[in-house]
């Protein structure tokens, strides 16, 4: 198809009320299912005219659900358009609401599933659109051809599936899955990165004119972390009727966008230092959640401080403090927004107490404690949306302990432990799916080079390549283009300020430009625009530093 004009809507319209709409359909419409992204907002439903595909009144307003479902009963005698209007601030572009609009035919007269599809009335070439089917699940569709191109591209041309009345292609099948994930969030952010990389350069732009998602700048970065983890999450339900190589191409593609976006050139500077100089942090972030530290250990003694810093404003944001003193915990960012803490260590020794920050009550809940108290561990976010405890140093010493805590059911499992006790150790979840871990401390003694992959799909661990420096207290984070960089820490040669760079190839060589500052027990965060930062610390003297610096 042409990419959508001022006149789509109308020709939409007039269409499909041509093609589908039968005036001898029976009295009885049934009450239909609709999706809006934001929950509680307002539907507005109009009659329109056949002739022109013009709205001739304003028939009724229906408010979403707390989920954003809504529930309506079409009229059998004509076609229907729904309206909703993005509330301003939310999704405004150009100063102004968003509108989307979706026409409604007499399902008993349609050949296909009854749907309704939400189409962007805004001429921003992004005329993707959902639909859900009666089941009320969620898919997509698509009338921007570089779009298609470009998953086409990925996915290839697969046998295609029919589905309540309608084919789907390969691609189509993944997308629908990727829709569902986190109420559409991937969906949204996905069509960003598809409509960036349809030229084949993750730069941000599009056929000239810079990409928004909500009225705001969405670099290719952050959709190729959506994308990840929705294929992350995708591909590791349990039941799922994606085949299982759909789901090789679907893992395949979270290292091919990647590829297709920009590394970090190597110009370092300095950001405005964190307010609360610490070493020993828990520093957390994802495409959801804000560079966030909590914890860690001041000049004057443990700390509870909880700070965020917004890139946008350039400025550092107090969040409630954490509820207990500690240093050396460990956790994970959520992809919902929320934030896990477990362990840890203070005046009182080793923690076994374990939180989970929520962002619109802005308080932490405490959840199930881990199975042993213990510090410096290393957490990972593994793609069934557990996570991975591993490592660290507990009251009898140096462990391999690894445990698995299930968020949804509040419980820890035991897993098998790790191939060696590690100290101050870091991890990563790689593109593929697997975790890396490595660096650290080893329970026999010494500052290791030695890593390690776990499989969450088998459970088990296998060899990593060494990397080419033993560290202690490093810090750790997955590029925009796939690669793991591993960062500052220390050794027998001190406290360090150079990186590592592990490449999809499991290749690893040293990074050419090196961090501002000498630290150890510092913290890193990817943020938004692709650039790598580090906060706090300690420095070659033994002093915590508030000091932050941005790799780009």
């Known amino acids: 198809m042409r990419p959508p004009r001022l006149t789509f809507i109308s020709l939409l319209a007039s269409l499909l009320f041509l093609s589908c709409h039968n005036p001898e359909a029976s009295a009885k419409s049934p009450t239909l299912a609709g999706w809006v ?7 507005q439903i109009y009659r329109i005219d056949p002739k022109n595909g013009e709205n001739t009144g304003l028939l009724e307003i229906h408010r979403s659900d707390r989920d954003g479902f809504i529930r309506f009963t079409p009229s059998r005698r004509y076609p229907t358009r729904l309206l909703w209007f993005a509330p301003f601030g939310h999704c405004a572009v150009n100063g102004s609401p968003a509108s989307y609009s ?19 009335t805004l001429q921003d070439d992004r005329a993707l659109f959902l639909f859900r089917h009666k089941n009320h699940r969620q898919s997509w569709s698509s009338l921007y051809p570089s779009a298609v191109r470009w998953t086409n591209s990925i996915f290839g041309r697969t046998a295609k599936i029919r589905r309540a009345g309608r084919v789907l292609s390969g691609n189509e099948r993944v997308m629908d899955r990727l829709a569902r994930w986190n109420g559409g969030k991937a969906w949204d952010t996905g069509s960003v990165l598809a409509q960036d990389l349809s030229d084949g350069i993750a730069d941000g732009r599009s056929d000239g004119r810079p990409l928004t998602l909500c009225g705001h700048p969405s670099p290719a970065v952050l959709g190729t972390s959506y994308w990840r983890e929705a294929v992350w999450e995708v591909t590791a339900r349990r039941h799922t009727d994606l085949t299982p190589s759909q789901k090789k191409r679907l893992e395949k593609t979270s290292i091919r966008v990647g590829r297709l976006a920009h590394g970090l050139a190597g110009r370092w500077e300095k950001v405005v230092s964190m307010p609360t100089g610490r070493d020993s942090v828990l520093v957390v972030s994802s495409p959801s959640v ?50 896990f803490v477990t362990g840890g260590f203070n005046s009182q020794g080793f923690t076994d107490h374990s939180y989970v920050f929520h962002p619109h009550s802005g308080k932490w809940e405490p959840v199930a404690n881990a199975p042993v108290e213990r510090a410096a561990s290393t957490s990972i976010l593994l793609p069934d949306g557990e996570i991975l405890v591993t490592g660290g140093e507990d009251n009898h010493g140096v462990t391999a302990r690894t445990d698995r805590y299930d968020i949804a059911r509040n419980l820890w499992r035991r897993e098998k432990d790790a191939p060696v006790g590690r100290l101050g150790g870091v991890g990563v979840l790689l593109p593929d799916g697997t975790v890396w871990t490595g660096e650290g401390s080893l329970k026999t003694g010494g500052i290791t ?50 990186a590592d760079v592990l ?17 150890k027990e510092t913290g890193a965060a990817l ?18 530093i508030g000091i932050a610096t941005r790799l780009h």
Do not use: C
């Open 449 to 498: 080079d030695r890593g390690f992959f776990y499989n969450p799909r088998s459970r088990t661990w296998s060899d990593a390549p060494p990397s080419p420096t033993p560290r202690l207290y490093a810090t750790a984070a997955l590029l925009p283009d796939g690669s793991l960089m591993v960062l500052d820490g220390f050794n027998r040669s001190g406290v360090l300020d150079s």
């Open 37 to 43: 992204p934001l929950p509680g907002s307002f539907v």
């Open 503 to 519: 490449g999809p190839d499991h290749r690893w060589k040293t990074f050419s430009s090196r961090d501002l500052v000498k630290r």
């Open 527 to 544: 943020l938004p625009d692709g650039s790598l930062m580090l906060v706090g610390g300690e420095d070659p003297s033994g002093n915590s």
């Open 290 to 339: 804000l560079p966030t530290v909590i914890g860690g250990e001041t000049n004057q003694g443990i700390s509870s401080a909880v700070e965020r810093y917004d890139p946008a404003t350039r400025s550092w944001v107090r969040l409630p403090s954490y509820p207990l003193g500690v240093a050396y915990a460990s956790g994970v960012a959520l992809p919902d927004g929320k934030i």
């Open 102 to 120: 979706a026409v409604v035919l007499d399902p008993a007269a349609s050949a296909g599933p009854v749907r309704i599809n939400f189409a962007s």
